[in-house]
């Protein structure tokens, strides 16, 4: 039976019929979590001859879910709990206490129980589909469908191990179920042999869009290794390269080259843990590191020249081509001069558009002015300001089309206008009207933390797999 309830974020009317927690809203395409008591209980068909791939309609849910719980362990191991326990509470509903003890647990490998659906449910119903064989003028036909249907379950059942068990290392529940399954395998295959369907991998884009001009790195503490670095700046002045690690203040500098040649290992005045969260560069040869909360200017020699943005709570930082900084933290953009004097303040940057908090991961400025901030949370996407501060618009949501956001990263603007966004599934290309272009590293393990684009226009970048990476990028 359908049921209505408005959408929270435009108001809409919103029809719902089936048992996922989560659907999207047609008119505004928000990501909206369905209430407990609306959710239909799951169905499955006891027969054999009755299996369909929709019998398994929660199965997809749960696979969904535990994707995206995926995400969730990885960014709360890369440090950043609050947007985990964001996207947790997201995924479940659950509320802020029971979440940040459900990432806890993921980010120091302890199992946890996926709401709704646990390794009992999945057996129970692969249980369901293998029936006796009925003695019947039908009983080949239903023979055939019983097959048809335990190989369609056999192979969800193995995606859904590929994805749970690097979350949940300790899913014992898994392995009993494969044991239950594997005879009922061989019996059944032995008799009608079937080949699995098989999925070309999405295509990319040709070859001549982007190419790899640079590659150097690997994990470790010497020169030219890194341990968790997720920012990147390129001095417009030198050609040099910049890359921070997240923790102990460690900045190392190489050339355009990427050969080693010297550090940084840099502490605030306050002498807090240094949190280094971004970096700049500018075309009088100051460097700027966004660390625990403030901004930091050095000279390429790494000596302190100044101290701007007198915050605790700082999130994002960018910088024009006219020299003035811009920063963001707590729902407030500021704008500074090069000599850090107050230009100009805009609170509620985001709340204003949504009534909703923002969670960032990333600020850009393209050569006219346009300032580009990158919204996670409840519903990704890339909101666009003019100069002044002004909404203009927004494009992306959550999601994994292309042109959807999974959990993204990064921001930068390149000399055409072009957006481009480090996410789960690559770096995302976009022109400065949000269409989507193509993916770049796609290829490359991990996932691009940090990017800028260098005085060349090509494409620098940090992988959380301890890879630093420059890409040519078509004109």
Same mark, same amino acid.
């Given at each position: 039976?359908?049921?209505?309830?408005?959408?929270?974020?435009?108001?809409?009317?919103?029809?719902?019929?089936?048992?996922?927690?989560?659907?999207?809203?047609?008119?505004?395409?928000?990501?909206?979590?369905?209430?407990?008591?609306?959710?239909?209980?799951?169905?499955?068909?006891?027969?054999?001859?009755?299996?369909?791939?929709?019998?398994?309609?929660?199965?997809?849910?749960?696979?969904?879910?535990?994707?995206?719980?995926?995400?969730?362990?990885d960014l709360a191991e890369s440090g950043e709990m609050d947007k985990a326990v964001a996207l947790y509470r997201q995924i479940t509903g659950q509320d802020?206490?029971?979440?940040?003890?459900?990432?806890?647990?993921?980010?120091?490998?302890?199992?946890?129980?996926?709401?709704?659906?646990?390794?009992?449910?999945?057996?129970?119903?692969?249980?369901?589909?293998?029936?006796?064989?009925?003695?019947?003028?039908?009983?080949?036909?239903?023979?055939?469908?019983?097959?048809?249907?335990?190989?369609?379950?056999?192979?969800?059942?193995?995606?859904?191990?590929?994805?749970?068990?690097?979350?949940?290392?300790?899913?014992?529940?898994?392995?009993?179920?494969?044991?239950?399954?594997?005879?009922?395998?061989?019996?059944?295959?032995?008799?009608?042999?079937?080949?699995?369907?098989?999925?070309?991998?999405?295509?990319?884009?040709?070859?001549?869009?982007?190419?790899?001009?640079?590659?150097?790195?690997?994990?470790?503490?010497?020169?030219?290794?890194?341990?968790?670095?997720?920012?990147?700046?390129?001095?417009?002045?030198?050609?040099?390269? /910049?890359?921070?690690?997240?923790? =102990?203040?460690? &900045?190392?500098? #190489?050339? @355009?080259? *990427?050969?080693?040649?010297? %550090?940084?290992?840099?502490?605030?005045?306050?002498?807090?843990?240094?949190?280094?969260?971004?970096?700049?560069?500018?075309?009088?040869?100051?460097?700027?590191?966004?660390?625990?909360?403030?901004?930091?200017?050095?000279?390429?020699?790494?000596?302190?020249?100044?101290?701007?943005?007198?915050?605790?709570?700082?999130?994002?930082?960018?910088?024009?081509?006219?020299?003035?900084?811009?920063v963001y933290g707590s729902d407030t953009l500021t704008v500074f001069s090069p000599q850090g004097e107050l230009v100009a303040q805009i609170d509620n940057?985001?709340?204003?558009?949504?009534?909703?908090?923002?969670?960032?991961?990333?600020?850009?400025?393209?050569?006219?002015?346009?300032?580009?901030?990158?919204?996670?949370?409840?519903?990704?996407?890339? /909101?666009?300001?003019?100069?002044? =501060?002004?909404? &203009?618009?927004? #494009?992306? @949501?959550? *999601?994994?089309?292309?042109? %959807?956001?999974?959990?993204?990263?990064?921001?930068?603007?390149?000399?055409?206008?072009?957006?481009?966004?480090?996410?789960?599934?690559?770096?995302?290309?976009?022109?400065?009207?949000?269409?989507?272009?193509?993916?770049?590293?796609?290829?490359?393990?991990?996932?691009?933390?940090?990017?800028?684009?260098?005085?060349?226009?090509?494409?620098?970048?940090?992988?959380?797999?301890?890879?630093?990476?420059?890409?040519?990028?078509?004109?």
């Amino acid at each position: 039976m359908s049921q209505s309830f408005n959408c929270p974020n435009c108001g809409a009317p919103l029809d719902y019929q089936g048992s996922d927690p989560i659907i999207r809203c047609p008119y505004c395409s928000s990501s909206v979590i369905v209430p407990e008591n609306l959710r239909a209980k799951p169905a499955f068909s006891q027969k054999p001859d009755n299996f369909t791939l929709s019998g398994f309609g929660d199965m997809g849910s749960l696979i969904n879910q535990a994707r995206r719980m995926k995400e969730v362990k990885d960014l709360a191991e890369s440090g950043e709990m609050d947007k985990a326990v964001a996207l947790y509470r997201q995924i479940t509903g659950q509320d802020e206490y029971a979440a940040r003890q459900a990432v806890g647990k993921l980010s120091s490998g302890q199992p946890i129980t996926l709401t709704g659906f646990t390794a009992q449910d999945v057996a129970a119903q692969v249980r369901a589909v293998r029936q006796p064989q009925v003695q019947s003028s039908q009983a080949d036909t239903r023979r055939l469908g019983c097959i048809i249907g335990l190989a369609v379950t056999i192979f969800v059942i193995g995606i859904l191990a590929a994805v749970l068990i690097p979350v949940i290392g300790s899913f014992v529940g898994m392995a009993a179920l494969v044991n239950q399954v594997q005879p009922a395998v061989a019996t059944e295959i032995s008799i009608l042999p079937m080949e699995l369907p098989t999925f070309e991998p999405e295509s990319s884009p040709t070859p001549s869009f982007a190419a790899i001009d640079l590659q150097f790195g690997s994990e470790g503490t010497g020169a030219g290794k890194f341990k968790d670095a997720r920012s990147v700046a390129v001095s417009p002045q030198t050609g040099n390269i /910049f890359i921070a690690e997240y923790q =102990g203040g460690r &900045v190392q500098v #190489f050339d @355009s080259s *990427g050969k080693f040649i010297t %550090q940084w290992l840099l502490e605030p005045p306050d002498k807090r843990d240094p949190i280094i969260f971004h970096l700049a560069t500018d075309w009088s040869g100051k460097v700027y590191v966004l660390m625990s909360g403030k901004v930091y200017v050095f000279n390429e020699a790494g000596e302190l020249q100044n101290t701007i943005a007198q915050d605790d709570y700082l999130e994002e930082m960018a910088l024009a081509l006219d020299g003035n900084l811009y920063v963001y933290g707590s729902d407030t953009l500021t704008v500074f001069s090069p000599q850090g004097e107050l230009v100009a303040q805009i609170d509620n940057l985001v709340y204003d558009v949504t009534g909703d908090p923002a969670i960032t991961s990333g600020m850009a400025l393209d050569g006219v002015g346009n300032l580009y901030l990158l919204v996670t949370g409840s519903d990704s996407a890339l /909101f666009r300001f003019d100069s002044s =501060g002004k909404y &203009v618009n927004r #494009f992306g @949501s959550d *999601g994994d089309e292309p042109g %959807q956001f999974r959990a993204p990263h990064s921001l930068t603007v390149d000399g055409q206008g072009r957006i481009f966004v480090g996410d789960f599934k690559g770096i995302q290309v976009f022109e400065n009207d949000g269409r989507y272009i193509g993916l770049v590293g796609d290829d490359i393990p991990g996932v691009a933390f940090g990017l800028t684009i260098d005085p060349d226009g090509r494409l620098m970048t940090i992988y959380n797999s301890n890879q630093a990476v420059r890409f040519i990028i078509k004109e």
